[in-house]
Protein backbone atom coordinates (compact mmCIF):
# COMPACT_ATOMS: atom_id res chain seq x y z
CA UNK A 1 0.00 0.00 0.00
CA UNK A 2 1.17 3.58 -0.78
CA UNK A 3 2.82 5.53 1.78
CA UNK A 4 1.32 8.66 0.46
CA UNK A 5 -1.39 8.60 -1.99
CA UNK A 6 -2.60 11.82 -4.13
CA UNK A 7 -5.71 12.61 -6.06
CA UNK A 8 -6.85 15.42 -7.89
CA UNK A 9 -5.59 17.61 -5.52
CA UNK A 10 -5.70 21.16 -5.89
CA UNK A 11 -4.85 24.73 -4.07
CA UNK A 12 -6.51 27.76 -5.31
CA UNK A 13 -5.26 31.06 -3.09
CA UNK A 14 -7.71 33.71 -2.75
CA UNK A 15 -6.27 36.85 -1.44
CA UNK A 16 -7.18 40.72 -1.62
CA UNK A 17 -5.00 43.85 -2.74
CA UNK A 18 -5.27 45.91 0.51
CA UNK A 19 -3.30 48.79 1.45
CA UNK A 20 -2.00 48.78 4.68
CA UNK A 21 -3.82 50.45 8.18
CA UNK A 22 -6.49 49.73 10.22
CA UNK A 23 -8.94 51.75 8.09
CA UNK A 24 -8.18 50.52 5.00
CA UNK A 25 -8.09 46.87 6.10
CA UNK A 26 -12.01 47.74 8.02
CA UNK A 27 -12.66 48.98 4.30
CA UNK A 28 -11.16 46.15 2.57
CA UNK A 29 -13.76 44.20 4.54
CA UNK A 30 -17.25 45.08 2.77
CA UNK A 31 -14.90 46.20 -0.67
CA UNK A 32 -12.18 44.08 -1.89
CA UNK A 33 -10.61 43.25 -4.99
CA UNK A 34 -9.92 39.36 -5.43
CA UNK A 35 -7.83 38.02 -6.70
CA UNK A 36 -7.06 33.85 -6.68
CA UNK A 37 -3.41 31.92 -8.30
CA UNK A 38 -4.45 28.31 -8.94
CA UNK A 39 -1.20 27.54 -7.37
CA UNK A 40 -1.73 22.89 -7.91
CA UNK A 41 -4.21 21.85 -10.24
CA UNK A 42 -5.28 18.82 -10.12
CA UNK A 43 -2.17 16.55 -9.11
CA UNK A 44 -2.08 12.98 -8.60
CA UNK A 45 0.93 10.74 -7.76
CA UNK A 46 1.45 7.79 -5.31
CA UNK A 47 4.62 7.73 -2.79
CA UNK A 48 5.58 4.00 -1.55
CA UNK A 49 7.26 3.36 1.54
CA UNK A 50 11.10 4.02 1.72
CA UNK A 51 11.54 6.22 -1.58
CA UNK A 52 13.28 9.35 -1.98
CA UNK A 53 11.36 11.45 -4.36
CA UNK A 54 12.49 14.35 -5.81
CA UNK A 55 10.24 16.94 -6.55
CA UNK A 56 10.96 19.77 -8.74
CA UNK A 57 9.95 22.66 -10.65
CA UNK A 58 10.58 26.39 -11.60
CA UNK A 59 9.87 29.05 -9.11
CA UNK A 60 5.96 29.57 -7.84
CA UNK A 61 5.38 26.33 -9.67
CA UNK A 62 3.53 24.94 -5.90
CA UNK A 63 6.00 22.74 -5.12
CA UNK A 64 5.57 23.61 -1.49
CA UNK A 65 2.18 24.47 -1.52
CA UNK A 66 2.04 20.81 -2.34
CA UNK A 67 4.18 20.03 0.98
CA UNK A 68 2.04 22.16 2.95
CA UNK A 69 -1.29 20.62 1.87
CA UNK A 70 0.65 16.76 3.19
CA UNK A 71 1.86 18.29 6.11
CA UNK A 72 -2.00 19.60 7.00
CA UNK A 73 -0.90 23.22 7.12
CA UNK A 74 -3.23 24.11 4.56
CA UNK A 75 -6.64 23.06 3.66
CA UNK A 76 -7.56 21.74 -0.75
CA UNK A 77 -9.23 23.45 -2.16
CA UNK A 78 -10.77 20.08 -3.95
CA UNK A 79 -8.85 17.15 -4.70
CA UNK A 80 -7.93 14.11 -1.92
CA UNK A 81 -5.04 13.14 0.02
CA UNK A 82 -3.72 10.40 2.53
CA UNK A 83 -0.29 10.16 4.14
CA UNK A 84 0.28 6.88 6.06
CA UNK A 85 -3.64 6.43 6.02
CA UNK A 86 -4.97 10.19 7.40
CA UNK A 87 -5.54 13.19 5.71
CA UNK A 88 -3.41 15.19 6.32
CA UNK A 89 -5.64 18.58 7.40
CA UNK A 90 -7.44 16.77 10.19
CA UNK A 91 -4.60 17.30 11.43
CA UNK A 92 -4.51 13.79 14.28
CA UNK A 93 -2.11 13.99 16.44
CA UNK A 94 -1.74 10.06 15.22
CA UNK A 95 -0.43 11.47 11.92
CA UNK A 96 1.79 14.45 13.57
CA UNK A 97 3.44 12.41 15.81
CA UNK A 98 4.80 10.01 12.53
CA UNK A 99 5.78 12.43 9.96
CA UNK A 100 8.46 15.98 9.79
CA UNK A 101 8.22 18.97 7.34
CA UNK A 102 11.62 20.67 7.13
CA UNK A 103 11.09 24.27 5.60
CA UNK A 104 14.48 26.00 4.22
CA UNK A 105 13.21 29.11 4.47
CA UNK A 106 11.62 29.08 7.77
CA UNK A 107 12.94 27.83 11.42
CA UNK A 108 11.25 25.96 13.30
CA UNK A 109 14.09 25.81 16.27
CA UNK A 110 13.36 28.46 19.32
CA UNK A 111 15.51 31.53 18.42
CA UNK A 112 17.05 32.82 21.20
CA UNK A 113 17.36 29.01 23.00
CA UNK A 114 20.15 26.93 22.90
CA UNK A 115 19.34 24.33 20.23
CA UNK A 116 19.01 21.92 23.25
CA UNK A 117 16.11 23.26 24.76
CA UNK A 118 13.78 23.11 21.40
CA UNK A 119 14.98 19.52 21.47
CA UNK A 120 13.78 18.92 25.04
CA UNK A 121 10.19 20.59 23.73
CA UNK A 122 10.28 18.29 21.18
CA UNK A 123 10.73 15.44 23.37
CA UNK A 124 7.81 16.87 25.26
CA UNK A 125 5.72 17.10 21.96
CA UNK A 126 6.03 13.97 20.61
CA UNK A 127 6.16 12.08 24.03
CA UNK A 128 9.59 10.65 23.41
CA UNK A 129 10.52 8.38 25.58
CA UNK A 130 14.02 9.10 27.34
CA UNK A 131 15.99 6.65 26.47
CA UNK A 132 14.80 6.33 22.64
CA UNK A 133 15.67 10.28 22.83
CA UNK A 134 19.10 9.96 23.96
CA UNK A 135 19.91 7.27 21.64
CA UNK A 136 18.56 9.44 18.50
CA UNK A 137 19.93 12.83 19.56
CA UNK A 138 23.49 10.62 19.85
CA UNK A 139 22.85 9.19 16.54
CA UNK A 140 22.12 12.36 14.61
CA UNK A 141 24.20 14.45 16.56
CA UNK A 142 27.12 12.01 15.82
CA UNK A 143 26.01 11.68 11.80
CA UNK A 144 26.02 15.52 11.78
CA UNK A 145 28.77 16.30 13.56
CA UNK A 146 26.47 18.85 15.51
CA UNK A 147 28.16 18.42 19.54
CA UNK A 148 29.41 21.41 20.23
CA UNK A 149 26.40 23.67 18.69
CA UNK A 150 23.78 22.09 21.00
CA UNK A 151 24.53 24.80 23.94
CA UNK A 152 24.65 27.76 21.75
CA UNK A 153 21.48 30.31 21.47
CA UNK A 154 20.13 29.31 17.72
CA UNK A 155 20.64 32.98 16.07
CA UNK A 156 24.28 32.29 16.91
CA UNK A 157 24.58 29.46 14.46
CA UNK A 158 25.64 29.56 11.02
CA UNK A 159 22.90 28.52 8.19
CA UNK A 160 24.73 25.21 7.95
CA UNK A 161 24.62 24.74 11.66
CA UNK A 162 20.95 25.75 12.06
CA UNK A 163 19.50 23.26 8.98
CA UNK A 164 21.53 20.66 10.73
CA UNK A 165 19.61 21.33 13.91
CA UNK A 166 16.48 22.44 12.54
CA UNK A 167 17.16 18.50 10.56
CA UNK A 168 17.62 16.90 14.08
CA UNK A 169 14.72 18.23 15.67
CA UNK A 170 12.55 17.12 12.92
CA UNK A 171 14.17 13.52 13.29
CA UNK A 172 14.11 12.81 17.20
CA UNK A 173 10.22 11.50 16.81
CA UNK A 174 11.52 8.79 13.99
CA UNK A 175 9.13 10.34 11.62
CA UNK A 176 8.24 7.63 8.75
CA UNK A 177 7.49 10.34 6.20
CA UNK A 178 9.74 13.35 6.23
CA UNK A 179 9.13 16.67 3.70
CA UNK A 180 12.38 18.83 2.97
CA UNK A 181 11.24 21.65 1.29
CA UNK A 182 14.94 23.14 0.31
CA UNK A 183 16.76 21.80 2.84
CA UNK A 184 20.22 22.72 1.00
CA UNK A 185 19.51 26.42 0.22
CA UNK A 186 21.93 28.90 1.13
CA UNK A 187 24.03 26.19 2.13
CA UNK A 188 27.78 26.86 0.66
CA UNK A 189 29.32 23.65 -1.61
CA UNK A 190 30.86 21.30 1.21
CA UNK A 191 27.64 22.13 3.60
CA UNK A 192 25.52 21.31 0.74
CA UNK A 193 27.69 17.86 0.24
CA UNK A 194 27.36 16.96 3.91
CA UNK A 195 23.54 17.30 3.81
CA UNK A 196 23.19 15.79 0.41
CA UNK A 197 25.00 12.77 2.21
CA UNK A 198 22.91 12.80 5.59
CA UNK A 199 19.62 12.74 3.78
CA UNK A 200 20.70 9.57 1.44
CA UNK A 201 22.05 7.55 4.40
CA UNK A 202 19.43 8.15 6.80
CA UNK A 203 16.98 7.59 3.81
CA UNK A 204 18.98 3.94 3.20
CA UNK A 205 19.70 3.51 7.31
CA UNK A 206 15.95 4.41 8.39
CA UNK A 207 13.51 3.23 5.20
CA UNK A 208 12.06 7.00 5.91
CA UNK A 209 9.88 8.29 3.01
CA UNK A 210 11.30 11.53 1.85
CA UNK A 211 9.84 13.93 -0.33
CA UNK A 212 12.61 16.76 -1.27
CA UNK A 213 12.22 19.91 -3.47
CA UNK A 214 15.22 21.71 -4.17
CA UNK A 215 16.72 23.75 -6.75
CA UNK A 216 20.09 22.14 -7.04
CA UNK A 217 20.35 19.40 -9.52
CA UNK A 218 23.45 18.01 -7.87
CA UNK A 219 20.99 17.29 -4.75
CA UNK A 220 18.46 15.66 -7.08
CA UNK A 221 20.94 13.52 -9.30
CA UNK A 222 22.64 12.63 -5.84
CA UNK A 223 19.54 11.70 -4.27
CA UNK A 224 16.03 11.04 -6.09
CA UNK A 225 15.99 8.18 -7.89
CA UNK A 226 12.80 9.33 -8.93
CA UNK A 227 12.05 12.67 -9.53
CA UNK A 228 7.96 14.40 -10.11
CA UNK A 229 8.30 17.76 -11.94
CA UNK A 230 5.44 20.08 -11.41
CA UNK A 231 5.17 23.58 -13.43
CA UNK A 232 2.40 25.80 -12.92
CA UNK A 233 0.59 23.40 -10.30
CA UNK A 234 1.01 20.55 -13.43
CA UNK A 235 2.43 17.39 -13.19
CA UNK A 236 4.33 16.86 -16.30
CA UNK A 237 7.13 13.92 -15.46
CA UNK A 238 6.95 11.38 -12.96
CA UNK A 239 9.33 8.63 -13.28
CA UNK A 240 13.26 7.97 -13.06
CA UNK A 241 15.59 10.45 -13.92
CA UNK A 242 17.00 8.49 -16.39
CA UNK A 243 13.61 8.29 -17.95
CA UNK A 244 13.40 12.00 -18.17
CA UNK A 245 16.71 12.65 -20.11
CA UNK A 246 14.94 9.92 -22.74
CA UNK A 247 11.39 12.39 -22.76
CA UNK A 248 13.55 15.01 -23.37
CA UNK A 249 16.56 14.95 -25.41
CA UNK A 250 16.02 13.25 -28.88
CA UNK A 251 19.78 12.70 -29.08
CA UNK A 252 22.71 11.13 -27.55
CA UNK A 253 26.36 12.83 -27.49
CA UNK A 254 29.16 10.50 -28.67
CA UNK A 255 32.69 10.93 -28.50
CA UNK A 256 35.31 9.57 -30.56
CA UNK A 257 38.94 9.59 -30.70
CA UNK A 258 40.90 8.58 -34.45
CA UNK A 259 43.51 6.33 -35.21
CA UNK A 260 44.22 8.98 -37.99
CA UNK A 261 43.02 11.89 -39.30
CA UNK A 262 39.37 12.30 -40.78
CA UNK A 263 37.64 14.70 -42.80
CA UNK A 264 33.88 15.97 -41.71
CA UNK A 265 32.82 15.18 -44.58
CA UNK A 266 33.92 11.08 -43.96
CA UNK A 267 31.84 11.37 -40.82
CA UNK A 268 28.13 10.36 -41.87
CA UNK A 269 24.80 12.66 -42.00
CA UNK A 270 23.31 11.22 -39.50
CA UNK A 271 26.02 12.64 -36.70
CA UNK A 272 25.51 16.28 -35.95
CA UNK A 273 28.88 17.33 -35.43
CA UNK A 274 29.33 19.80 -32.64
CA UNK A 275 33.07 19.95 -32.43
CA UNK A 276 35.77 18.54 -34.19
CA UNK A 277 39.49 18.08 -34.88
CA UNK A 278 41.40 15.57 -37.44
CA UNK A 279 42.17 13.42 -34.83
CA UNK A 280 38.84 13.87 -32.29
CA UNK A 281 35.00 14.50 -33.09
CA UNK A 282 31.54 14.75 -30.85
CA UNK A 283 28.72 14.28 -32.44
CA UNK A 284 24.79 14.19 -31.53
CA UNK A 285 23.03 11.22 -32.86
CA UNK A 286 19.51 10.20 -32.96
CA UNK A 287 18.64 8.10 -29.51
CA UNK A 288 16.25 6.27 -31.71
CA UNK A 289 18.61 3.18 -33.23
CA UNK A 290 21.76 4.62 -31.59
CA UNK A 291 23.23 1.06 -31.32
CA UNK A 292 22.90 0.43 -35.01
CA UNK A 293 24.60 3.81 -35.65
CA UNK A 294 26.95 3.49 -33.40
CA UNK A 295 28.47 -0.16 -34.79
CA UNK A 296 28.20 1.73 -38.34
CA UNK A 297 30.53 4.65 -37.10
CA UNK A 298 32.45 1.91 -35.42
CA UNK A 299 32.81 -0.12 -38.59
CA UNK A 300 33.42 3.16 -40.95
CA UNK A 301 36.31 5.20 -39.19
CA UNK A 302 38.88 4.59 -37.57
CA UNK A 303 37.99 4.77 -34.19
CA UNK A 304 40.88 4.28 -31.34
CA UNK A 305 38.41 5.31 -28.55
CA UNK A 306 34.52 5.81 -28.35
CA UNK A 307 31.81 7.19 -25.88
CA UNK A 308 28.21 7.47 -25.86
CA UNK A 309 27.05 9.90 -23.40
CA UNK A 310 23.63 11.20 -21.75
CA UNK A 311 23.14 14.86 -21.69
CA UNK A 312 23.89 15.72 -17.94
CA UNK A 313 20.87 16.23 -15.73
CA UNK A 314 20.96 19.59 -14.96
CA UNK A 315 20.94 20.31 -18.51
CA UNK A 316 17.99 18.38 -19.10
CA UNK A 317 15.83 19.30 -16.42
CA UNK A 318 16.85 23.02 -17.78
CA UNK A 319 15.31 21.96 -21.33
CA UNK A 320 12.31 20.66 -19.69
CA UNK A 321 11.28 24.48 -17.94
CA UNK A 322 12.68 26.21 -21.10
CA UNK A 323 10.41 23.97 -23.65
CA UNK A 324 7.43 24.06 -21.23
CA UNK A 325 7.83 27.91 -20.44
CA UNK A 326 7.01 28.10 -24.35
CA UNK A 327 3.38 29.15 -24.83
CA UNK A 328 1.77 26.45 -26.77
CA UNK B 1 -4.55 17.39 30.37
CA UNK B 2 -1.19 16.34 32.61
CA UNK B 3 1.14 16.20 29.24
CA UNK B 4 -0.03 19.97 28.65
CA UNK B 5 0.39 21.21 32.34
CA UNK B 6 3.90 19.52 32.19
CA UNK B 7 4.54 21.47 28.66
CA UNK B 8 3.56 24.81 29.80
CA UNK B 9 6.06 24.32 32.48
CA UNK B 10 8.39 23.59 30.11
CA UNK B 11 7.09 26.66 28.34
CA UNK B 12 8.24 28.70 31.29
CA UNK B 13 11.08 27.16 31.96
CA UNK B 14 12.38 28.31 28.33
CA UNK B 15 11.03 31.76 29.09
CA UNK B 16 13.10 32.14 32.44
CA UNK B 17 16.07 31.17 31.07
CA UNK B 18 15.53 33.60 27.86
CA UNK B 19 14.79 36.51 30.34
CA UNK B 20 17.84 35.84 32.31
CA UNK B 21 19.62 36.60 28.76
CA UNK B 22 18.01 39.58 28.63
CA UNK B 23 18.10 41.29 31.77
CA UNK B 24 18.11 44.83 30.48
CA UNK B 25 14.88 44.29 29.30
CA UNK B 26 13.49 42.82 32.12
CA UNK B 27 14.10 45.78 34.03
CA UNK B 28 13.11 48.17 31.44
CA UNK B 29 9.50 46.19 31.53
CA UNK B 30 9.64 45.92 35.29
CA UNK B 31 10.23 49.43 35.69
CA UNK B 32 7.36 50.85 33.40
CA UNK B 33 4.96 48.32 35.36
CA UNK B 34 5.83 49.98 38.35
CA UNK B 35 5.46 53.52 36.94
CA UNK B 36 1.95 52.74 35.39
CA UNK B 37 0.72 51.27 38.43
CA UNK B 38 1.73 54.40 40.53
CA UNK B 39 0.17 56.52 38.10
CA UNK B 40 -2.98 54.72 38.64
CA UNK B 41 -3.04 54.70 42.62
CA UNK B 42 -2.07 58.34 42.44
CA UNK B 43 -5.05 59.04 40.02
CA UNK B 44 -7.48 57.56 42.61
CA UNK B 45 -6.12 59.37 45.88
CA UNK B 46 -6.67 62.76 43.68
CA UNK B 47 -9.85 61.66 42.88
CA UNK B 48 -11.21 60.71 46.02
CA UNK B 49 -9.57 63.81 47.85
CA UNK B 50 -12.50 65.77 46.12
CA UNK B 51 -15.71 63.31 46.62
CA UNK B 52 -16.39 61.09 49.55
CA UNK B 53 -17.49 57.84 47.04
CA UNK B 54 -17.75 57.08 43.63
CA UNK B 55 -20.68 55.56 42.32
CA UNK B 56 -21.07 54.46 45.98
CA UNK B 57 -17.55 52.77 46.01
CA UNK B 58 -15.99 54.10 49.41
CA UNK B 59 -11.85 54.95 48.58
CA UNK B 60 -10.95 51.79 50.23
CA UNK B 61 -13.04 49.87 47.96
CA UNK B 62 -11.75 51.48 44.91
CA UNK B 63 -8.52 50.79 46.01
CA UNK B 64 -9.36 47.20 46.33
CA UNK B 65 -10.94 47.19 42.90
CA UNK B 66 -7.66 48.78 40.91
CA UNK B 67 -5.74 46.11 43.31
CA UNK B 68 -7.63 43.59 41.71
CA UNK B 69 -7.40 44.82 38.21
CA UNK B 70 -3.91 45.61 37.98
CA UNK B 71 -3.83 41.45 39.41
CA UNK B 72 -5.54 40.34 36.67
CA UNK B 73 -3.43 42.90 34.42
CA UNK B 74 -0.26 41.92 35.45
CA UNK B 75 -1.28 37.84 35.49
CA UNK B 76 -2.60 38.33 31.92
CA UNK B 77 0.13 40.23 30.95
CA UNK B 78 2.59 37.47 32.24
CA UNK B 79 0.72 34.77 30.13
CA UNK B 80 -1.07 36.09 27.24
CA UNK B 81 0.44 39.68 26.14
CA UNK B 82 3.43 37.79 24.50
CA UNK B 83 1.06 35.51 22.82
CA UNK B 84 -0.89 37.53 21.51
CA UNK B 85 0.98 40.32 19.93
CA UNK B 86 3.03 37.77 18.17
CA UNK B 87 -0.55 36.37 16.74
CA UNK B 88 -1.10 38.75 13.36
CA UNK B 89 2.23 38.05 12.83
CA UNK B 90 2.78 34.70 12.99
CA UNK B 91 -0.19 35.14 10.38
CA UNK B 92 1.33 37.18 8.13
CA UNK B 93 4.61 35.46 7.88
CA UNK B 94 3.32 31.75 8.17
CA UNK B 95 4.76 31.53 11.50
CA UNK B 96 1.98 29.81 12.31
CA UNK B 97 2.52 26.27 10.06
CA UNK B 98 4.88 24.99 12.83
CA UNK B 99 2.01 24.74 15.57
CA UNK B 100 -0.14 23.28 12.97
CA UNK B 101 2.06 20.48 12.20
CA UNK B 102 2.82 19.43 15.51
CA UNK B 103 1.16 16.96 17.83
CA UNK B 104 0.14 19.47 20.38
CA UNK B 105 -3.23 21.51 20.13
CA UNK B 106 -2.33 24.50 18.09
CA UNK B 107 -4.17 27.11 19.65
CA UNK B 108 -2.38 26.04 23.32
CA UNK B 109 0.45 26.30 21.61
CA UNK B 110 -0.06 29.28 19.61
CA UNK B 111 -1.52 31.50 22.49
CA UNK B 112 0.28 30.03 25.68
CA UNK B 113 3.78 29.70 24.01
CA UNK B 114 5.44 32.76 25.58
CA UNK B 115 5.60 34.52 29.33
CA UNK B 116 6.69 37.79 30.50
CA UNK B 117 8.29 36.99 33.75
CA UNK B 118 8.72 40.12 35.29
CA UNK B 119 4.64 40.87 35.08
CA UNK B 120 5.11 38.46 38.06
CA UNK B 121 7.18 40.44 39.63
CA UNK B 122 5.26 43.73 39.59
CA UNK B 123 2.36 41.61 41.19
CA UNK B 124 3.95 42.42 44.55
CA UNK B 125 2.71 46.03 44.94
CA UNK B 126 -0.60 45.03 43.55
CA UNK B 127 -0.61 42.67 46.51
CA UNK B 128 0.49 45.23 48.84
CA UNK B 129 -2.54 47.58 47.54
CA UNK B 130 -5.12 44.65 48.11
CA UNK B 131 -3.63 44.10 51.72
CA UNK B 132 -3.60 47.97 52.18
CA UNK B 133 -7.05 48.53 51.27
CA UNK B 134 -8.27 45.49 53.17
CA UNK B 135 -6.60 47.18 56.33
CA UNK B 136 -8.42 50.40 55.66
CA UNK B 137 -11.54 48.76 55.19
CA UNK B 138 -10.77 46.71 58.53
CA UNK B 139 -11.94 43.16 56.81
CA UNK B 140 -10.10 39.99 57.56
CA UNK B 141 -9.03 37.32 55.49
CA UNK B 142 -11.40 33.97 55.72
CA UNK B 143 -10.93 30.99 53.80
CA UNK B 144 -14.10 31.51 51.73
CA UNK B 145 -12.92 34.79 50.88
CA UNK B 146 -9.62 34.30 49.48
CA UNK B 147 -10.80 30.70 48.02
CA UNK B 148 -13.60 32.23 46.28
CA UNK B 149 -11.51 35.39 45.22
CA UNK B 150 -8.92 33.21 43.59
CA UNK B 151 -11.67 31.35 41.78
CA UNK B 152 -12.99 34.38 40.48
CA UNK B 153 -9.99 35.65 39.66
CA UNK B 154 -9.14 32.67 37.70
CA UNK B 155 -12.32 32.95 35.81
CA UNK B 156 -11.86 36.81 35.05
CA UNK B 157 -8.60 35.45 33.59
CA UNK B 158 -10.20 33.28 31.27
CA UNK B 159 -12.63 35.32 30.11
CA UNK B 160 -9.35 37.81 29.40
CA UNK B 161 -7.88 35.49 27.58
CA UNK B 162 -11.28 34.58 25.26
CA UNK B 163 -11.59 38.01 24.40
CA UNK B 164 -8.14 39.01 23.93
CA UNK B 165 -8.03 36.06 21.75
CA UNK B 166 -10.92 36.65 20.02
CA UNK B 167 -9.75 40.42 18.93
CA UNK B 168 -6.12 38.79 18.05
CA UNK B 169 -8.76 36.32 15.79
CA UNK B 170 -9.55 39.34 13.75
CA UNK B 171 -6.27 38.69 12.54
CA UNK B 172 -7.31 36.24 10.39
CA UNK B 173 -9.70 38.64 8.15
CA UNK B 174 -7.44 41.88 8.46
CA UNK B 175 -4.05 40.38 7.71
CA UNK B 176 -1.87 43.55 7.90
CA UNK B 177 -2.53 45.28 11.25
CA UNK B 178 -0.96 45.30 14.47
CA UNK B 179 -3.52 47.69 16.08
CA UNK B 180 -5.12 45.06 17.77
CA UNK B 181 -3.44 45.33 20.90
CA UNK B 182 -3.69 48.35 21.41
CA UNK B 183 -7.68 47.39 21.12
CA UNK B 184 -7.64 45.32 23.74
CA UNK B 185 -5.68 47.86 26.04
CA UNK B 186 -8.20 50.13 25.62
CA UNK B 187 -11.01 48.36 26.18
CA UNK B 188 -9.79 46.63 29.48
CA UNK B 189 -8.92 50.23 30.96
CA UNK B 190 -12.57 50.34 31.43
CA UNK B 191 -12.34 48.04 33.96
CA UNK B 192 -10.06 49.80 36.25
CA UNK B 193 -13.23 52.33 37.79
CA UNK B 194 -16.23 51.29 39.71
CA UNK B 195 -19.10 49.71 37.11
CA UNK B 196 -21.41 52.36 38.39
CA UNK B 197 -19.97 55.13 36.88
CA UNK B 198 -20.59 54.07 33.41
CA UNK B 199 -24.32 54.93 32.21
CA UNK B 200 -26.90 52.92 30.13
CA UNK B 201 -25.57 51.93 26.94
CA UNK B 202 -21.82 51.88 27.76
CA UNK B 203 -22.49 49.95 30.66
CA UNK B 204 -24.76 47.56 29.31
CA UNK B 205 -21.92 47.28 26.15
CA UNK B 206 -19.09 46.16 28.70
CA UNK B 207 -21.32 43.70 30.66
CA UNK B 208 -23.13 41.63 28.18
CA UNK B 209 -21.28 42.07 24.46
CA UNK B 210 -17.65 42.51 25.76
CA UNK B 211 -17.97 41.37 29.03
CA UNK B 212 -14.56 43.42 30.55
CA UNK B 213 -16.28 45.00 33.34
CA UNK B 214 -17.43 42.12 35.39
CA UNK B 215 -14.05 40.22 34.89
CA UNK B 216 -12.76 42.78 37.85
CA UNK B 217 -16.01 43.60 39.67
CA UNK B 218 -17.03 39.98 40.62
CA UNK B 219 -13.80 39.19 42.62
CA UNK B 220 -14.03 42.57 44.19
CA UNK B 221 -17.68 42.49 45.25
CA UNK B 222 -17.15 38.74 45.99
CA UNK B 223 -15.10 39.56 48.68
CA UNK B 224 -15.90 42.87 49.94
CA UNK B 225 -19.67 40.81 50.15
CA UNK B 226 -21.95 42.59 48.31
CA UNK B 227 -21.96 40.09 45.28
CA UNK B 228 -25.48 38.14 44.42
CA UNK B 229 -24.79 34.78 43.26
CA UNK B 230 -26.05 35.69 40.07
CA UNK B 231 -23.24 37.72 39.24
CA UNK B 232 -20.88 34.62 39.42
CA UNK B 233 -23.13 32.44 37.42
CA UNK B 234 -23.37 35.35 34.78
CA UNK B 235 -19.47 35.04 34.61
CA UNK B 236 -19.29 31.00 34.72
CA UNK B 237 -21.38 31.30 31.69
CA UNK B 238 -19.65 34.09 30.34
CA UNK B 239 -16.46 31.63 30.13
CA UNK B 240 -17.76 29.01 28.99
CA UNK B 241 -19.48 30.50 25.85
CA UNK B 242 -16.01 32.48 25.39
CA UNK B 243 -14.25 29.49 25.06
CA UNK B 244 -16.54 27.76 22.37
CA UNK B 245 -16.93 30.34 20.85
CA UNK B 246 -13.50 31.25 20.21
CA UNK B 247 -12.83 27.93 19.51
CA UNK B 248 -14.85 28.02 16.53
CA UNK B 249 -13.68 31.17 15.34
CA UNK B 250 -10.16 29.92 15.81
CA UNK B 251 -11.32 26.78 12.96
CA UNK B 252 -12.91 28.77 10.82
CA UNK B 253 -9.88 31.32 11.00
CA UNK B 254 -7.71 28.04 10.43
CA UNK B 255 -9.67 27.28 7.18
CA UNK B 256 -9.15 30.40 5.70
CA UNK B 257 -5.09 30.55 6.87
CA UNK B 258 -3.02 30.46 3.82
CA UNK B 259 0.14 30.59 5.05
CA UNK B 260 2.75 32.47 3.37
CA UNK B 261 4.77 31.93 0.08
CA UNK B 262 8.41 29.76 0.82
N1 LIG C 1 0.08 32.35 0.90
C1 LIG C 1 -0.09 32.59 -0.41
N2 LIG C 1 -1.03 33.47 -0.83
C2 LIG C 1 -1.21 33.69 -2.12
N3 LIG C 1 -0.51 33.10 -3.11
C3 LIG C 1 0.43 32.21 -2.78
C4 LIG C 1 0.69 31.91 -1.40
N4 LIG C 1 1.69 30.99 -1.35
C5 LIG C 1 2.02 30.73 -2.63
N5 LIG C 1 1.28 31.47 -3.49
C6 LIG C 1 1.36 31.41 -4.96
O1 LIG C 1 1.13 30.08 -5.37
C7 LIG C 1 2.03 29.69 -6.40
C8 LIG C 1 2.83 28.47 -5.97
O2 LIG C 1 3.67 28.82 -4.92
P1 LIG C 1 4.62 27.77 -4.19
O3 LIG C 1 5.22 28.47 -3.03
O4 LIG C 1 3.87 26.53 -3.91
O5 LIG C 1 5.71 27.50 -5.30
P2 LIG C 1 7.08 26.68 -5.22
O6 LIG C 1 7.02 25.65 -6.28
O7 LIG C 1 7.34 26.21 -3.84
O8 LIG C 1 8.12 27.80 -5.64
P3 LIG C 1 9.61 28.08 -5.15
O9 LIG C 1 10.48 27.16 -5.91
O10 LIG C 1 9.84 29.50 -5.52
O11 LIG C 1 9.66 27.84 -3.67
C9 LIG C 1 2.87 30.93 -6.69
O12 LIG C 1 2.30 31.58 -7.78
C10 LIG C 1 2.73 31.76 -5.45
O13 LIG C 1 2.83 33.13 -5.76
MG1 LIG D 1 8.80 26.67 -2.41
Redesign the interface.
Known amino acids: MPIIEVRDLSKT ?3 HR ?1 A ?3 W ?3 K ?2 FKRQTLTTEAVKRVSFTVEAGELVGFLGPNGAGK ?1 TTL ?1 ML ?5 PTTGEARVLGYVPWE ?1 K ?2 Y ?2 Q ?3 V ?1 G ?2 N ?1 L ?1 W ?2 PAM ?1 SF ?2 NK ?4 IPEPQFKETLNELTELLDLHEVLDV ?1 VRKLSLGQRMKAELTAALLHRPKVLFLDEPTIGLDVVAQQKMREFIKAYNQQQKTTIMLTSHYMEDVAALAQRVIIIDRGIIFYDGPLTGLAAKVHEHKTVRMTFTKPVAATDLPAFAHIIERTPTTATVRIPRKDSARRTAEMLKTLPIDDITIEEEPIDDVIRQVFLNHAQPA | MQ ?1 YI ?2 FF ?2 LS ?1 DI ?2 EA ?2 RGGFFLLLVSNLIEFTVTVAFFSLLYGSVPTVGGWSYPEALFLVATYSIIGNLSGAFFLRNFARFSEYIRT ?2 L ?2 F ?5 D ?1 QFAATLRYHAISNLISLLPSVALLMISLHRLGLTITVVNAVGYVLLLVLGLIIVYCLWFAISLLAF ?5 N ?1 LQELWFSLYDFARYPPPIYDGGVRILFTFVIPVLTVVAVPTEFFLEHTQPAAIGYNVAIAATLLIVTRLLWKVGL ?1 R ?3 A ?2
Not at chain 1, 124 to 127: P, V
Not at chain 2, 100 to 104: A, R, S
Not at chain 2, 173 to 177: A, D, G, N, R
Open positions: YTYKPGLNSVSLTKAGILYRAAQKFSIMQKQWDLELLEIYEQ | RRLRYTIREFGLDTLTKPVAWLTQIERYASSS
